[in-house]
């Protein structure tokens, strides 16, 4: 008989100061806009603040580290005059990634699993924090261009698996596992690594998901569902293992979350 209990799951609120990420680009360009963003974020229950300067989204063009750095400046100086609820960076550089530890941040959000930067496992372990390190292929202008695997997700657990050796050896010890979808993956390859999340729980780490708005939500039910489409997405990967979930509507990711939670994890469900 196994034993399934599922823990409370938790949720990361999205931040992007970019003009071009492909749903909110533009809408946090000012400090104050950003600040009533992340004050609303928290208020519907986010429980950490994930903080991007640099889109990521299929066909996205690289930004340099100064211009990212100008955009992040004035809200990381602010952040903590103003809340106290923990956030993440979200970039694949170490010297943005130091930028943010430096002010405060709990968490570097690395979508390229430190493939991009190997300075940065180092850096986060310098400042005693956490990784949240994220499995993808070529670059977010490249990603989407015909993605292929043999196995995809004994190559993510592979992917994940290294990055967790190279932060082991930095001296991280708190790793969150993102399999990365939308990030050089089709519709039906997203939807065959949420069936299977359980295959990341032999890793020992806490799983993230990230469906909230993509391409792939758009593909099943149109423009007209991207909210409950994501909201059956989120549910379908907490039931397989997620914990952490990365997204834009946290008041009703949240409450489908509080149920789903109450029909999985109270009590105990034995199969």
Same mark, same amino acid.
């Not at 299929?58 to 340099?64: D, Q, T």
């Not at 960076?89 to 430096?102: E, N, P, Q």
């Given at each position: 008989?196994?034993?399934?209990?599922?823990?409370?799951?938790?949720?990361?609120?999205?931040?992007?100061?970019?003009?071009?990420?492909?749903?909110?680009?533009?809408?946090?360009?000012?400090?104050?806009?950003?600040?009533?963003?992340?004050?609303?974020?928290? =208020?519907?229950?986010?429980?950490? $603040? @994930? *903080?991007? !300067?640099?889109? #990521?989204?299929?066909?996205?063009?690289?930004?340099?580290?100064?211009?990212?750095?100008?955009?992040?400046?004035?809200?990381?100086?602010?952040?903590?005059?103003?809340?106290?609820?923990?956030?993440?960076?979200?970039?694949?550089?170490?010297?943005?990634?130091?930028?943010?530890?430096?002010?405060?941040?709990?968490?570097?959000?690395?979508?390229?699993?430190?493939?991009?930067?190997?300075?940065?496992?180092?850096?986060?372990?310098?400042?005693?924090?956490?990784?949240?390190?994220?499995?993808?292929?070529?670059?977010?202008?490249?990603? =989407?261009?015909?993605?292929?695997? $043999? @196995? *995809?997700? !004994?190559?993510? #657990?592979?992917?994940?698996?290294?990055?967790?050796?190279?932060?082991?050896?930095?001296?991280?010890s708190d790793i969150i596992l993102d399999p990365g979808l939308g990030f050089g993956k089709t519709p039906a390859q997203n939807a065959h690594i949420i069936?299977?999340?359980?295959?990341?729980?032999?890793?020992?780490?806490?799983?993230?998901?990230?469906?909230?708005?993509?391409?792939?939500?758009?593909?099943?039910?149109?423009?007209?569902?991207?909210?409950?489409?994501?909201?059956?997405?989120?549910?379908?990967?907490?039931?397989?293992?997620?914990?952490?979930?990365?997204?834009?509507?946290?008041?009703?990711?949240?409450?489908?979350? #509080?149920?789903?939670?109450?029909?999985?994890?109270?009590?105990?469900?034995?199969?």
């Amino acid at each position: 008989m196994i034993e399934l209990n599922w823990p409370a799951p938790r949720i990361l609120g999205i931040v992007n100061i970019t003009p071009d990420s492909f749903s909110d680009g533009g809408q946090c360009l000012s400090l104050d806009a950003a600040l009533r963003h992340i004050e609303q974020l928290i =208020q519907a229950g986010a429980d950490m $603040i @994930d *903080i991007g !300067a640099e889109s #990521t989204r299929p066909g996205a063009e690289p930004v340099s580290e100064a211009d990212e750095a100008a955009r992040l400046m004035p809200l990381l100086k602010a952040y903590r005059h103003h809340f106290d609820t923990p956030f993440s960076i979200d970039t694949t550089k170490s010297v943005i990634a130091d930028l943010g530890l430096r002010h405060g941040a709990a968490y570097v959000n690395d979508i390229s699993a430190f493939r991009v930067d190997s300075a940065m496992p180092d850096v986060i372990a310098q400042h005693g924090a956490g990784a949240i390190i994220m499995h993808s292929i070529g670059t977010p202008k490249t990603m =989407q261009n015909n993605p292929q695997y $043999i @196995d *995809i997700m !004994a190559t993510i #657990t592979g992917v994940l698996t290294t990055a967790i050796h190279q932060g082991a050896a930095a001296g991280i010890s708190d790793i969150i596992l993102d399999p990365g979808l939308g990030f050089g993956k089709t519709p039906a390859q997203n939807a065959h690594i949420i069936r299977h999340l359980s295959d990341l729980r032999a890793l020992e780490r806490p799983i993230l998901v990230g469906p909230s708005r993509k391409s792939m939500i758009r593909h099943w039910v149109g423009d007209t569902g991207l909210l409950t489409g994501t909201l059956g997405a989120v549910v379908a990967a907490y039931s397989q293992g997620a914990t952490w979930f990365r997204v834009h509507d946290v008041h009703e990711v949240k409450q489908a979350l #509080t149920v789903a939670h109450q029909c999985l994890g109270e009590p105990t469900v034995h199969a």
